[in-house]
């Protein structure tokens, strides 16, 4: 079993869905998770980043963490075609903040 | 926001050569950088940790000696992969953390393609 769970997708909305990309974990030391977007063929780009469970809120993006479920979630409002990327979640324990745990990263379509 | 480069972009090269990826930050210092690397539709496979004016930390079943690691400056490491075979093409992205932000995100370079034939 991997250490972070994440649907591959693809998954396809029109353009102003809300869409929702989530993740599972099953290791509890994970305590910092962060969402990160990447274009084809380019480096991957931090989105957001929390430490605690509750929602955090950026302009069209929320994240969200439930520790008790060991769920991650991304919301993203008022989709748009530029948002068509994949999605990467990825965490790290406290005892090694060195240490990444990506998820495979969802493809997301966003439709005109 | 910190800017994470590398270069080159896009490199090919023959078999048994070997070739040398470069990853700078830009506008922080960063004294632990990382490499990793990422076969298509996969997600990224961390080979190592890089701290400045010290050894890499290789990840398991790392190469070492194939995949060469030198962190100069706090600005800059690079990737040497040596006597390159058609199975060491890949997506070669490396990231930086910049701890002076106090945060532990990880801001990644653009990434380089490397095409061995």
């Known amino acids: 079993q991997k250490e972070v769970e994440q649907d591959p997708g693809p998954l396809s909305v029109p353009e102003g869905a809300i869409v929702s990309l989530n993740c599972t974990y099953s290791?509890?030391?994970?305590?910092?998770f962060m969402w990160y977007r990447q274009y084809s063929r380019k480096g991957p780009e931090l989105l957001m980043y929390?430490?605690?469970?509750g929602n955090k809120e950026d302009g069209r993006f929320t994240a969200q963490v439930d520790k008790s479920s060991k769920y991650i979630s991304l919301f993203i409002r008022d989709s748009q075609p530029s948002d068509s990327a994949t999605y990467l979640c990825a965490m790290t324990p406290y005892e090694n903040f060195n240490k990444f745990y990506f998820g495979s990263g969802t493809k997301l379509n966003v439709k005109p | 926001g910190a800017v994470v480069s590398q270069h080159p972009s896009r490199v090919i090269c023959k078999s048994g050569t070997s070739v040398k990826i470069e990853c700078r930050s830009l506008?922080?210092?960063?004294?632990?950088m990382f490499w990793y690397r990422q076969f298509p539709k996969q997600s990224l496979m961390l080979m190592a940790t890089s701290n400045e004016g010290s050894k890499a930390t290789y990840e398991q079943g790392v190469e070492k000696d194939k995949f060469l690691i030198n962190h100069a400056s706090l600005t800059l490491s690079t990737l040497t992969v040596t006597s390159a075979h058609p199975e060491d093409s890949s997506f070669y992205i490396c990231?930086?953390?910049?701890?002076?932000?106090?945060?532990?995100?990880?801001?990644f370079g653009p990434g380089t393609r490397l095409t061995v034939t």
């Open positions: 506008d922080f210092q960063a004294t632990t």
């Open positions: 929390t430490y605690s469970s």
């Open positions: 290791n509890s030391a994970f305590q910092y």
């Open positions: 990231s930086a953390r910049d701890y002076e932000d106090g945060g532990n995100e990880q801001y």
